[in-house]
């Protein structure tokens, strides 16, 4: 089993920056590929960004230009480095891992409220 823990969530205003961590533990070696997805109120989950074990890299169009998602190996850790944050981005972002069983692992998520 994979574990996986976020951290830096909070209340920034808009044009601010945020950089959220994803601490992976357990059964490590079985992480295919890791990412960021967020889910606002009333709205489905999707994908915010996307990293493989390779470090290809995949955003969401809405964020193109403006998070950038990060990768350490050695920390088994994920970041999300998110600049220019609008209201928009406010939502809950989860951590996510894809196992190379198929399955998927979850973090509990971080809520991220962008608002002046």
């Known amino acids: 089993q994979v574990q996986l823990v976020e951290s830096g969530g909070g209340l920034v205003q808009p044009g601010g920056s945020l950089r959220l961590s994803c601490a992976a533990s357990?059964?490590?070696?079985?992480?295919?590929?890791m990412g960021w997805y967020r889910q606002a109120p009333e709205n489905e989950r999707e994908l915010v960004a996307h990293?493989?074990?390779?470090?290809?890299?995949r955003y969401a169009d809405s964020v193109k230009g403006r998070f950038t998602i990060s990768r350490d190996n050695a920390k088994n850790t994920v970041y999300l480095q998110m600049n220019s944050l609008k209201p928009e981005d406010t939502a809950v972002y989860y951590c996510?891992?894809?196992?190379?069983?198929?399955?998927?692992?979850w973090g509990q998520g971080t809520q991220v409220t962008v608002s002046s």
């Open positions: 996510h891992a894809l196992i190379i069983t198929g399955l998927s692992s």
């Open positions: 357990g059964s490590i070696f079985s992480i295919n590929a």
């Open positions: 990293i493989s074990t390779g470090g290809i890299t």
